[in-house]
């Protein structure tokens, strides 16, 4: 379903992320642990389309997402949902969990 393929995220000429690979399979629960500036914001930013790959490739449902606008690979069924940012602090967590599986298609 996620494929990962050698992925470097690089800011500039730091480089965040080296030869990330992974799969992740459909109805698989797959959890990134690790410490502050380990690489994992990266990561998700990388696979949703905010960051751009320096190298490697991401598929989603054998769709490359590559180059693909932060909106189209959300139209494509891909979502992050922050958390710890307090974006909608008002709000309970279902109801950012909705949010953030909310899509809007015309």
Known sequence: MLQLNQVDV???S?????DISMTVDAGELVVLLGANGAGKSSLFNAISGLVKPAAGEIQFED???NGMKASAVVASGVVQCAEGRKLFPQMSVMQNLMMGAYVHRR
Do not use: D, E
């Open 63 to 65: 769709k490359q997402l």
């Open 10 to 12: 690089c800011y500039g």
């Open 14 to 18: 730091f480089k965040a992320l080296t």
